[in-house]
Nanobody
Framework: QVQLVESGGGLVQAGGSLRLSCAAS????????LGWFRQAPGKEREFVAA????????DYVDSVKGRFTISKDNAKNNVYLQMNSLQPEDTALYYC??????????????????WGQGTQVTVSS
């Protein structure tokens, strides 16, 4: 049974940093992209970043480019999101998930499976 568990969220002041972790179990994802999404209250779940497990190349939404870095530890089957220079608009519940197609990186949440329960990130001004 595949399971993703996010951790590392918390409350931080604007300008601060957090590192989110996503631990995957039940399968290895060497040919899938793994992504981070976020959902703020009253808003749609949106793409944040994703990484191609087979190349290590990543994609980011424009609003986080230069501030967030996604990485993957293939040995541990974990994916991370280092978030720097956090802003109040980054406040959301952050989820990790797996692109269900091999060798594809999608920005659409509808293309992802195995969602975790999320970890809350709150940035105060």
């Amino acid at each position: 049974q595949v399971q993703l568990v996010e951790s590392g969220g918390g409350l931080v002041q604007a300008g601060g940093s957090l590192r989110l972790s996503c631990a995957a179990s039940g399968r290895t994802f060497s040919r899938n992209a793994l992504g981070w999404f976020r959902q703020a209250p009253g808003k749609e779940r949106e793409f944040v970043a994703a990484i191609r497990s087979w190349t290590g190349n990543a994609d980011y939404v424009d609003s986080v480019k230069g501030r967030f870095t996604i990485s993957k530890d293939n040995a541990k089957n974990n994916v991370y999101l280092q978030m720097n220079s956090l802003q109040p608009e980054d406040t959301a519940l952050y989820y990790c998930a797996v692109d269900r197609s091999l060798y594809r990186l999608s920005r659409s949440k509808d293309d992802y499976d195995y969602w975790g329960q999320g970890t809350q990130v709150t940035v105060s001004s």
